[in-house]
């Protein structure tokens, strides 16, 4: 089970910190991502991490913004959004792929309940 806290309402050039915390088996095990979906758009890909959290991948629209990180010591994934736009405005998930090193967007298949991130210009 992955729940995702962090979201709220900020102003353009702030920041936030989502988490992601798994139950129900080790965070370790799998590859975990973010993903965004704002009203009306399909769902994006945001960032992934590997299970150690030595490989990283972002979308083009976060990369130098976002850092995505993981402690699995406490089943919790992170992402820390700086300089927030009003574009970044949308619900975002949290994800989890079985295969420890797969980061393709597509192969993500658990999913959790999102978080509301509001940007306000």
């Given amino acids: 089970q992955l729940q995702a806290s962090g979201g709220g ?23 975990m991502g973010w993903f965004r979906q704002a009203p009306g758009t399909e769902r994006e890909f945001v960032a992934g991490t590997v299970w150690s959290g030595t490989m990283t991948r972002y979308s083009d629209s976060v990369k130098a913004r976002f850092t995505i990180s993981r402690d699995n010591a406490k089943n919790t994934i992170y992402l ?4 927030l736009k009003p574009e970044d405005t949308a619900v975002y998930y949290c994800a989890a792929n079985q295969h420890p090193y797969g980061l393709e967007p597509s192969d993500f298949e658990f999913w959790g309940q999102g978080t509301l991130v509001t940007v306000s210009s």
């Fill in 9 to 31: 309402l900020v102003q353009a050039g702030g920041s936030l910190r989502l988490s992601c915390a798994v139950s129900g088996g080790s965070s370790s095990s799998y590859a």
């Fill in 80 to 83: 820390l959004m700086n300089r």
